[in-house]
Nanobody, 125 residues
Framework: QVQLVESGGGLVQAGGSLRLSCAAS????????MGWFRQAPGKEREFVAA????????YYADAVKGRFASSRDNAKNTVYLQMNSLKPEDTAVYYC??????????????????WGQGTQVTVSS
């Protein structure tokens, strides 16, 4: 059974940092694109970041560019999202996702097949 498990969320003050992790089990995703999405209350799930299979290419939503960075450790079947200079508007449930069809980074949530359960990130002002 394939599982993606996020961790690292929590409550942080504006300007602070958090590092999210997403550990995959049940199969390897070392040849596949991985992504991060978030969903705030009352809003649709939106793209945050994506990383190619090798980690050499990353893409970010404009709202987080320059503040967030995604990386991966294929030996550990794990991806990370380093979030710096957090703002109250970053408050959301953050989900990691894995694609079985794509090795290059994808920004469309419909390109991802497996999803984690999400981790809450709350940024206080």
């Amino acid at each position: 059974q394939v599982q993606l498990v996020e961790s690292g969320g929590g409550l942080v003050q504006a300007g602070g940092s958090l590092r999210l992790s997403c550990a995959a089990s049940g199969r390897t995703f070392s040849n596949n694109a991985m992504g991060w999405f978030r969903q705030a209350p009352g809003k649709e799930r939106e793209f945050v970041a994506a990383i190619s299979w090798s980690g050499s290419r990353t893409y970010y939503a404009d709202a987080v560019k320059g503040r967030f960075a995604s990386s991966r450790d294929n030996a550990k079947n794990t991806v990370y999202l380093q979030m710096n200079s957090l703002k109250p508007e970053d408050t959301a449930v953050y989900y990691c996702a894995a694609s079985t069809k794509w090795s290059v980074a994808r920004t469309n949530l419909n390109d991802y097949d497996y999803w984690g359960q999400g981790t809450q990130v709350t940024v206080s002002s």
